[in-house]
């Protein structure tokens, strides 16, 4: 990387980055402003927070009796209650807020520094989810239930999440600050998955966990989980100052960073163990806490410019000012209870994550999106294509495609296999003679029973949601002109989700059918407005798209939170994507849904391929491109939000059937049909998967599509053929 190339001039090399050159005034980069007048009032709101923090409680302990008891005024620290409550519950909680929110503000500057990225946090790349699943995993294999066994865990999760982050960062194309973010959703998403897998079908496991990943400082009471990981903290913190002075060579570039004497393998090294111990330390103390790093590290760059060490400084002030307040915040917004603080700072964080993204800062900031690539040149002639078959009527007549009416014709064979398999399949031993004749009601009654009854509408409630899933997941794409604009991606599934909860209060256990269409529209609008566009911005709509999803998960969680275990039980599985008690009754809405929107797929499908061509195009073909997105928009989120009231939200079904579609019709079609196809068969297989991979346990069908798509997005994000555009 050349000097221009990564956006800093480098001073003599006798100069230390942040020193003033010998004999001479200092003189002030250029784009960076004087960050000590920043870093005391930093400082003062620092301190102001947590005397706020020591003065709000659910206990009648005012300011004044705080500080009689922090200056022993009048034998106040005699009075067991007085020290109950300040000693032994606020002091304890405020100095941990102070030193998590510090924490997550440092490993974010630290990620944003050597990645250059400034989109990269913990909780945006995956670190948060690595720990999480080493938390989990300790939990629910080995029942830990001490501090330090959760950071032994965390730790080592959140080593395995910074060890592919970084391999993410330095692969090519990888490098991106958008596609860095979206390969950090993947690796978070196959964490959350192998999670789910853990709890999925432990009750006891899920109790603690439930709770936990709210993210919350109610639980530390006393100062012995503090003392055991305050070293590690401490570890923490002095390797990220240590880093400082490395991490600015390194801006210059991996070749004048040798010639400076340092080495960028070592640095990189150091600074993944930096993050690892503070994130690990932070989830063990408080959970997982997204976006403080991201909201922090911005903040902190906005006044210090790219000078690493005055970044780390003011990054570790606002992460600790952050969090401090947000818990305060926690304690008063939903009194007698006490509202997750995680939720507080994701409500603050995902609008900061928007307006990064929509900022005019975001071009100097390398987050624009990359120009249209040319397609790659093709090696020889090409081979003839066979002519199509064109069936004629009369004055009717209808083109179909050789290529796209095999591939259909194979889809469709597979899909019948799948079902055969399904319907065969399960703990119990039914041999395919048996299974063919309960499918028609002949043979033994327990069959017919759990072949029809059980099996038979499992799979149609399959086959309806995959199919809806995979023709929402092929009109998203092909309007954004992205690949990776899926509902998922989009916020869409998260909002469906959220809004089939929120109903279920008053519409019965999994709340009403049109929930989940109206909580997509709601969605999708948000993010289409706040991005500016579904098809001017690809990357900006995919980060607002993980905004929204981060939103509505926050509401998610906190939904489930207040529910009791039974049913909280329940729905968490629904959550995750679920088959299980779902029969052609609950499908439906969705097979009604396909037989209206299928044949409106089918014809604006054509207007819909001029749309990966540039507008001026479109409209020179005579084709409104403002009514054919909002049409195809409108479509998809009426499939989407359907499908997750069949199944919950299955994730990557919506992104991998149009790839595997597209693949096999050619290049030349919208896949709409063999979408829908595509993910019919997906999720019938994935749900077979997930009742017999375990005897005697069933995982999810979405926990094992997350499982299986989380590496399918990132072969997409960083294979040769992987661009999003």
Known sequence: MTLSQAGVHPAPPATAPDSPPPGGRSRRPEGTRPTWPAVTAAVVLLFALAALSLSVGAGEVGPGRVLDYLLNRDGARADGRLALVVGDLRLPRTLTALLVGAALGVAGAQLQSVTRNPLAETGLLGVNAGASLGVVLGIAVLGVQTSFGYLAFAFGG???????????????????????????????????????????????????????????????????????????????????????????????????ARGLGHRPGATRAAVAVAVTLLTASAVALAGPVAFLGLLSGFLARTLAG????????????????????????????????????????????????????????????AMADPPASAPPPRRGEPAPSKPDLTLRYGAWSLLLPHRALLASLGLAAALLAAVVVSAHAGQSELGLARTFQAVFGYGDRLDVLLVQKFRLGRIVAGLAAGAALGLAGCLTQTLARNRLATPELLGVNDGATAAVLISASTAGTFGAWWAGPLGALVAVLVVTLASGGLGARGYRVLVVGLAMSALASAVIQVAMARRSLNSASSLYIWTNGSLNGRDLAVATPVLIGLAVLVPLALVVARRLAVLRFDDSVASALGVDPGRVRLACLLLAVALAGLAVGVCGPVGFVALAAPVIAGRLAGPARVPVLGSALTGALLVVLADTLGRVLFAGVEIPVGIVTTVLGGPFLLWVLLGRKGSPA
């Not at 009194?335 to 928007?354: D, N, T």
């Open 306 to 365: 790219p000078r690493v060490g005055r970044l780390t400084l003011l990054a570790a002030l606002f992460g600790a000012a952050v969090l401090t307040g947000s818990d305060v915040l926690a304690r008063v917004v939903a009194r007698p209870f006490e509202a997750p603080v995680s939720v507080i700072v994701a409500l603050i964080g995902a609008p900061a994550l928007i307006a990064i993204v929509r900022s005019r800062r975001s071009a100097a900031l």
């Open 158 to 256: 959140a080593v395995l999440a910074s060890t592919v982050v970084l391999l993410v960062a330095s692969t090519r194309g990888g490098g991106s600050p958008m596609r860095l973010v979206l390969a950090g959703s993947a690796v978070a998403a196959i964490f959350r998955g192998l999670t789910d897998v853990l709890i999925v079908n432990s009750p006891e496991a899920y109790e603690r966990y439930r709770v936990w990943v709210l993210g919350s400082l109610a639980g530390v009471e006393g100062w012995t989980t503090l003392r055991q990981l305050a070293p590690v903290l401490g570890a923490g913190f002095l390797l990220a100052a240590l880093t400082t002075r490395p991490l600015t060579a390194l801006a210059l570039g991996d070749d004048l």
